[in-house]
């Protein structure tokens, strides 16, 4: 079974910083685009960061200029690096993977708390 275990979330102070990662299942995640969501509380997931297979990119506009993601194949881990954090970071951030080719399967993390002090 496919596995997506994040983890370096926890608590920073606004302007601090985090850097979550992802650790998937290595049958996946060479050939898969990789993704981080995030949840708070009453509000809808949202897409933060999203990387392709061959290292595309692509950030929401909310995050641009301060998160990166990258990802290490050999390791079959994903990171988010998030640098300059804000309050409004505040959320549940879920590691996603997007694999298939004609059918596509999602695959979710269980998710990891960021709290970001004001």
């Known amino acids: 079974q496919v596995q997506l275990v994040e983890s370096g979330g926890g608590l920073v102070q606004t302007g601090g910083s985090l850097r979550l990662s992802c650790a998937a299942s290595r049958s996946i995640f060479s050939s898969a685009t990789m993704g981080w969501y995030r949840q708070a509380p009453g509000k809808q997931r949202e897409a933060v960061a999203a990387?392709?297979?061959?290292?595309?990119?692509n950030y929401a506009d909310s995050v641009m200029g301060r998160f990166t993601i990258s990802r290490d194949n050999a390791k079959n881990t994903m990171y988010l690096q998030m640098n300059s954090l804000k309050p409004e970071g505040t959320a549940v951030y879920y590691c996603?993977?997007?694999?298939?080719?004609?059918?596509?399967?999602?695959?979710w993390g269980q998710g990891i708390q960021v709290t970001v002090s004001s």
């Open positions: 996603h993977a997007l694999v298939g080719v004609g059918i596509k399967l999602n695959y």
């Open positions: 990387i392709t297979s061959d290292g595309s990119i």
